[in-house]
């Protein structure tokens, strides 16, 4: 089971006529989805609510104050994959936080 995850100009599905256009597209594996399953907590984390069999959507506020979770959360990885995965979401919530209407679609399995 793994998340992929993607960087949007905007809403996905929005209601534009040409539609959000991807900026990237991301497949860390099976290693974001152990991390997140390890040492996230859905109480109390964001990144906690990403669900490894559905679709969950992050606006720039999500991703802004999640990028604080997963700098954590890249501190308590075990392996050099989940930091690796880790790392790539750091990078993608740094990105959508910055990118002003953008949203992050993970996509699970």
């Known amino acids: 089971m793994s998340i992929d995850i993607a960087l949007y100009d905007g809403h ?33 984390h964001r990144l906690g609510r990403i669900d490894p069999y559905g679709d969950t ?26 930091r690796a995965a880790v790392r790539e979401l750091r990078n993608l919530l740094a990105e959508c936080a910055a990118t002003p209407g953008s949203r992050l679609e993970f996509l699970g399995d």
């Open 57 to 82: 959507l992050f606006d720039e506020q999500d991703a802004g104050a999640a990028f604080e979770e997963a700098t954590a959360l890249l501190a308590r990885c075990t392996t050099e994959a989940e």
């Open 12 to 44: 996905p599905n929005g209601g534009r006529r040409t539609g959000p256009r991807m900026l990237h597209l991301s497949s860390p594996g099976e290693a974001l989805t152990i991390a997140l399953a390890r040492h996230t907590d859905p109480a109390r």
